[in-house]
Protein backbone atom coordinates (compact mmCIF):
# COMPACT_ATOMS: atom_id res chain seq x y z
CA UNK A 1 0.00 0.00 0.00
CA UNK A 2 1.02 3.07 -1.18
CA UNK A 3 2.38 5.68 1.83
CA UNK A 4 0.64 9.41 1.07
CA UNK A 5 2.56 12.38 2.48
CA UNK A 6 1.23 16.11 3.11
CA UNK A 7 2.33 18.38 1.51
CA UNK A 8 3.26 21.69 2.53
CA UNK A 9 1.08 24.44 0.81
CA UNK A 10 -0.88 21.90 -0.37
CA UNK A 11 -4.68 22.95 1.21
CA UNK A 12 -8.09 22.54 0.72
CA UNK A 13 -10.66 25.49 2.23
CA UNK A 14 -14.67 24.44 2.23
CA UNK A 15 -15.78 28.04 0.99
CA UNK A 16 -19.61 27.54 1.47
CA UNK A 17 -22.14 25.24 2.16
CA UNK A 18 -25.49 25.68 2.04
CA UNK A 19 -29.27 23.39 2.27
CA UNK A 20 -31.14 22.87 -0.87
CA UNK A 21 -34.77 22.32 -0.77
CA UNK A 22 -35.58 19.17 -3.27
CA UNK A 23 -38.36 17.21 -2.90
CA UNK A 24 -36.65 14.65 -5.35
CA UNK A 25 -34.29 13.49 -2.89
CA UNK A 26 -34.78 9.80 -2.09
CA UNK A 27 -36.88 8.94 1.19
CA UNK A 28 -34.22 7.78 3.34
CA UNK A 29 -32.01 10.84 2.51
CA UNK A 30 -33.82 13.38 2.18
CA UNK A 31 -32.03 16.49 3.07
CA UNK A 32 -29.36 17.97 0.31
CA UNK A 33 -26.40 20.31 1.13
CA UNK A 34 -24.59 21.70 -1.75
CA UNK A 35 -20.47 22.57 -0.97
CA UNK A 36 -18.05 24.25 -2.88
CA UNK A 37 -14.61 23.46 -2.26
CA UNK A 38 -11.09 25.38 -2.86
CA UNK A 39 -8.19 23.01 -3.37
CA UNK A 40 -5.19 25.41 -2.77
CA UNK A 41 -1.94 24.95 -4.25
CA UNK A 42 0.68 26.75 -2.55
CA UNK A 43 3.61 24.63 -2.81
CA UNK A 44 6.43 24.42 -5.21
CA UNK A 45 5.82 21.35 -6.87
CA UNK A 46 2.84 20.11 -9.85
CA UNK A 47 0.00 17.97 -8.54
CA UNK A 48 -2.95 16.04 -9.79
CA UNK A 49 -5.78 14.79 -8.07
CA UNK A 50 -6.30 11.08 -8.58
CA UNK A 51 -9.14 10.35 -6.25
CA UNK A 52 -11.35 11.36 -3.05
CA UNK A 53 -12.74 9.61 0.00
CA UNK A 54 -15.23 11.39 1.86
CA UNK A 55 -16.34 10.01 5.74
CA UNK A 56 -20.47 11.20 6.71
CA UNK A 57 -21.06 11.25 10.20
CA UNK A 58 -24.47 11.72 11.43
CA UNK A 59 -26.30 12.68 14.85
CA UNK A 60 -26.68 9.17 15.52
CA UNK A 61 -22.93 7.84 15.11
CA UNK A 62 -23.83 6.31 11.53
CA UNK A 63 -21.01 6.58 9.26
CA UNK A 64 -21.15 6.73 5.71
CA UNK A 65 -17.87 6.43 3.35
CA UNK A 66 -17.45 7.60 -0.09
CA UNK A 67 -14.81 6.94 -2.29
CA UNK A 68 -13.80 7.66 -5.99
CA UNK A 69 -11.64 8.37 -8.87
CA UNK A 70 -11.09 11.84 -9.01
CA UNK A 71 -12.97 15.00 -8.49
CA UNK A 72 -15.95 15.78 -9.63
CA UNK A 73 -14.76 13.62 -13.00
CA UNK A 74 -12.22 15.69 -13.15
CA UNK A 75 -8.06 15.09 -12.36
CA UNK A 76 -7.16 18.31 -11.57
CA UNK A 77 -3.40 19.76 -12.14
CA UNK A 78 -2.43 21.97 -10.23
CA UNK A 79 0.93 24.27 -10.89
CA UNK A 80 1.96 25.65 -7.74
CA UNK A 81 0.11 29.04 -7.51
CA UNK A 82 -2.64 27.29 -8.98
CA UNK A 83 -6.91 26.68 -7.51
CA UNK A 84 -9.22 24.74 -8.48
CA UNK A 85 -13.19 25.28 -7.21
CA UNK A 86 -15.58 22.99 -7.63
CA UNK A 87 -19.42 22.32 -5.96
CA UNK A 88 -20.83 19.05 -5.49
CA UNK A 89 -23.59 17.92 -2.37
CA UNK A 90 -23.94 15.28 -0.29
CA UNK A 91 -27.69 13.77 0.95
CA UNK A 92 -28.17 13.08 4.51
CA UNK A 93 -31.36 11.77 6.68
CA UNK A 94 -30.42 13.82 9.81
CA UNK A 95 -27.97 16.52 11.05
CA UNK A 96 -24.27 15.28 9.80
CA UNK A 97 -20.42 16.76 9.72
CA UNK A 98 -18.47 15.30 6.59
CA UNK A 99 -14.65 15.42 6.13
CA UNK A 100 -11.96 13.61 3.89
CA UNK A 101 -9.43 13.60 1.76
CA UNK A 102 -8.18 14.18 -1.66
CA UNK A 103 -5.33 12.09 -2.58
CA UNK A 104 -3.34 12.26 -5.73
CA UNK A 105 0.51 12.88 -7.22
CA UNK A 106 3.24 15.17 -7.25
CA UNK A 107 5.49 15.81 -10.14
CA UNK A 108 7.85 13.02 -9.40
CA UNK A 109 4.78 10.25 -8.83
CA UNK A 110 5.20 10.63 -5.12
CA UNK A 111 1.60 9.96 -3.60
CA UNK A 112 0.29 12.95 -1.47
CA UNK A 113 -2.67 13.74 0.47
CA UNK A 114 -4.61 17.00 1.24
CA UNK A 115 -7.07 16.75 3.89
CA UNK A 116 -10.86 18.18 3.83
CA UNK A 117 -11.46 20.20 7.01
CA UNK A 118 -14.64 18.94 8.65
CA UNK A 119 -17.70 20.91 8.34
CA UNK A 120 -21.43 20.72 9.61
CA UNK A 121 -24.58 19.63 7.63
CA UNK A 122 -27.43 21.07 9.87
CA UNK A 123 -31.11 20.36 8.43
CA UNK A 124 -33.21 23.20 9.05
Do not use: C
Request: aromatic content about 8%.
Amino acid sequence: MATHQELPGLRVSVDRVEYIKDSHNPADRPHRFAYFITIHNDSLRIVTITGRKWLVVNDQGHRLIVEGDGVVGQFPRLTPGDRFQYNSYHLINTNSTAEGAYIGKDEDGQSIIVRIPPFKMVVP
